[in-house]
Structure formats: structure tokens, C-alpha cells
């Protein structure tokens, strides 16, 4: 079994005119939500093996905002990432080896919301599920219990451990 965690970027200030979105910086709330969620992180003892994340500058600022874990995990960050579709995702966590016992993503909507609804099935009427079903707003993190091999990752591979959302730890 594995641990997959998917983390979306928290909130970015708007792009001024002329900048990319690949470059919007994080802002102050921002910083504070994703701060937030890394604590609650490592409360939970939520601790991965490897975090993938985007090169955008908004993801590159939660995961240094985060900052997660007394020892580093390795981290990789993947241009096909950046506003990547959920299948774009799940094919990346696909080819992860089997030794990768936990793994966070840190990415973008709607491609998150979407895998993380996948994986969940929504269908259910559990609270979580519910609010999942809601939305996934910047800083939400949601956390899976894989119960095959990452080669096989899909709907029905994994189980709903954790949904947290930054009004939860009234961060908002």
C-alpha cells in the first residue's frame, strides 16, 4: 500500500499586466494558508517519500511556505505538471517506482479536483466526499490510501484518508 497526497498551490496574487501566470507569486494569504496546511501536515505525521510539484513559481512558494519536513524528501519538479489534467497526473504517479511509499503532488486545478474526485468516487455521502465535491480551493489538500501498486492507480485503487481545506484550520 501507499500514501498519495495531493496539495493544490495556495492562493496567488493576481498577475500584473504583461506577467505569465506561470510566474504569479504567492500572496500574503497565501503564504499563511500554505504555512497552515504544512503544519497541519506534520501534525498528522503526513511525511512523503517524494513530492512532485510544478515549476510555477506559485507551487515552488507553497512547498517553501510549507516548509514540511525535518528531513527532505526527495523532490522533483515536472514541467508536465503545470496545469496538467487529471490523467496527465494519475500517468505521472503511474510510473513512480513501487519503492516510493508516499508521495505528495503539489499542482494546479482543475486537473487536482478532478483526480482527487476520481480516485474518491464521489458517489458516496460521506461529509469529506461531499465537500470534495464542493470544490478544491488553493491550499486544499486531500490525502489517499492507495491500495494497489501505482502502475494501476485509478478510480477504485484508493481510499479518501483526509480532506483539509484552509477554513478548517481558520486560515482563511
Known amino acids: ?3 498519495l497526497i495531493l496539495l493544490r498551490h495556495a492562493k496567488a496574487s493576481p498577475a500584473p499586466t504583461g ?6 507569486p504567492l ?10 496546511i504544512g503544519q497541519a501536515m506534520r501534525r498528522a505525521g503526513l511525511a512523503p517519500d517524494v513530492v512532485l510539484v510544478s515549476p510555477a513559481l506559485r507551487t515552488q512558494q507553497t512547498l517553501e511556505a510549507a516548509g514540511l519536513w525535518d528531513e527532505r524528501p526527495n523532490i522533483d519538479t515536472l514541467p508536465t505538471l503545470y496545469m496538467a489534467t487529471a490523467n496527465q497526473i494519475r500517468d505521472i504517479l503511474r510510473g513512480l517506482p513501487e519503492t516510493v511509499r508516499s508521495a505528495l503532488v503539489i499542482g494546479h486545478n482543475p486537473g487536482l479536483h478532478e483526480l ?19 470544490g478544491y480551493p488553493t491550499a486544499t489538500l486531500t490525502e489517499f490510501l492507495v491500495t494497489t501498486t501505482w502502475r494501476k492507480l485509478g478510480p477504485g485503487a484508493a481510499a479518501l484518508q483526509r480532506l483539509l481545506q484552509p477554513g478548517d484550520l481558520n486560515l482563511v
Open 1 to 3: 500500500m501507499h500514501q
Open 19 to 24: 506577467m505569465a501566470d506561470h510566474d504569479r
Open 27 to 36: 500572496s500574503e494569504a497565501g503564504r499563511r494558508a500554505a504555512a497552515g
Open 116 to 134: 482527487a474526485g476520481a480516485l474518491a468516487g464521489v458517489t458516496s455521502s460521506r461529509p469529506e466526499l461531499i465537500r470534495l465535491q464542493g
